[in-house]
């Protein structure tokens, strides 16, 4: 029994460059089951981005899963035009691209962790106090009314 959600078959991924011929992919084979993290590395310009869009969407398309893809943060916005562009409207609904520090606060809304208080009223007043006397001698408006007599 096949467990993959993703997999490949002997793909291939070949570059002209001149008269040469890169393989960037030649004959690959890859198996991906539910729970499993992979990871794809390469140069520049080798096709990882292209290899996993193509991926994400025959996913989308052939199964109808829910997916969600995490980028690096400034990369957001390309890789949800890249997939707007690759996808029917209808399965756009089924994909979400976020990145470390949106899944985080996801993370944090829906099990707490954060969002708690860490420390009290009391103990937020002393902090404040405490940061205050540290740069006491350059707050001119408090430094100056200390030495007024009323």
Not at 38 to 59: H, N, P
Not at 78 to 96: D, I, Q, T, Y
Request: net charge neutral; aromatic share 8%.
């Amino acid at each position: 029994m096949n467990n993959s959600i993703i997999s490949t078959h002997e793909l291939k991924k070949y570059y002209t460059v001149g008269e040469n011929t890169v393989k960037a992919l030649d004959g690959v084979n890859i198996a991906v089951n539910k729970g499993e993290f992979i990871c794809i590395a390469g140069r520049s310009g080798s096709g990882k981005s292209e290899t996993v869009a193509r991926e994400v969407c025959d996913l989308i398309n052939n199964t109808g899963r829910e997916v969600v893809v995490i980028v690096p943060e400034q990369e957001t916005v390309v890789w949800e035009r890249k997939f707007a562009g690759l996808l029917k409207p209808s399965s756009n609904l089924r994909l979400e691209v976020t990145n470390f520090t949106n899944l985080a606060r996801s993370v944090f809304r829906e099990y707490g962790g954060l969002a708690d208080s860490v420390i009290d009223d009391g103990s937020r007043i002393l902090i404040m106090w405490r940061a205050m006397l540290s740069v006491w001698n350059s707050l001119k408006v408090y430094n100056n009314l200390s030495s007024r007599e009323d």
